[in-house]
């Protein structure tokens, strides 16, 4: 196989020469890629001095845009995706290809216990991990872990799906879940960054809550929509016995919470139909 190493990298002058560097030395006939997102500084000068081939934006699009370019540029059969501040170790990447030798289709990195950046960071994965795994009925031990390996036709079916911000590993990941295809997990630590993170917990929090409901759109609707219908209509019938015996007459509220759970249920039928439809040419 035909392997390419892809490097998201904004202002990362600071890891990305000996990041770059150390994969060359471990690996000289692989094609190291970083994808420059708009970076102020001297990232794309060190990424060229350490071997790497250099694709420009002229302005920051995002993480999950820069992988789209690394994979749309990739010549290989199979892309390593790996942050460029030096959390990742290049010497697990054999381990990735491993498991891809042996069929998998994708093969991510799973972060074990202090690799996170924070102890709130942490959580929100944890969170993340086990509603993942509830939705797709697989044990999912990193939802969110940015070092992984793919089959490059495979992933590049659903580069239209992938967002241009921080969430690209889990749409990703559970688009491959919903098409059937192969997703296994080996255990890596990741070291602490070099450089200054470029997720704001103000900023970003938001966008990572809804980080929730796209793992429930991305593979079954129905499992959100349908518990939310039956817990509206549970409480309109509460509500409905409360007024009945009370005053002995059906109330707004309760025609309110009713019709709502019927539409509820709907839009997630519609939605159901939908999600089939965007994976109808992965199936």
């Known amino acids: 196989m035909k392997i390419s190493i892809v490097l998201p990298a904004k202002n990362e002058s600071a890891a990305l020469g000996a990041t770059v560097a150390r994969i060359r030395a471990l690996f000289p006939e692989h094609e190291i890629l970083v994808v420059n997102d708009g970076s102020t500084d001297e990232t794309a000068a060190v990424a060229q001095s350490a071997g790497a081939r250099v694709v420009h934006h002229p302005y920051s699009k995002g993480n999950g845009a820069a992988i789209k370019t690394g994979a749309r540029e990739a010549t290989g059969d199979v892309i390593v995706f790996m942050d460029a501040d030096g959390q990742h170790d290049p010497a697990d990447i054999p381990r990735l290809l491993e498991k891809v030798e ?49 089959r490059a036709s495979k992933f590049r079916e659903f580069l239209y799906l992938l967002p241009n911000g921080f969430s690209y590993p889990t749409t990703s990941t559970m688009a491959f879940f919903r098409a059937g295809y192969s997703v296994a997990y080996i255990p890596i630590h990741a070291a602490q960054r070099i450089g200054k993170s470029h997720v704001r917990l103000l900023r970003d929090g938001a966008r990572f809550l809804l980080i929730i409901f796209k793992i429930g759109t991305l593979f079954s609707p129905m499992k959100i929509f349908v518990p939310v219908a039956f817990a509206m209509f549970g409480f309109a019938s509460a ?17 309110l919470l009713y019709s709502g759970s019927v539409m509820v249920f709907l839009m997630g039928l519609i939605s159901e139909q939908i999600t089939a439809l965007m994976y109808k040419d992965a199936s």
């Open 102 to 150: 042996q069929g998998h289709d994708m093969v991510v990195g799973a972060r074990q216990k202090g690799s996170q950046a924070s102890i709130g960071r942490g959580l929100a994965n944890g969170l993340y991990n086990r509603l993942a795994s509830w939705m797709t009925g697989h044990k999912v031990e990193d939802l969110t872990s940015g070092f992984r390996a793919v």
């Open 239 to 255: 509500w409905y016995g409360w007024t009945w015996w009370h005053y002995r007459r059906f109330t707004n509220m309760s025609a």
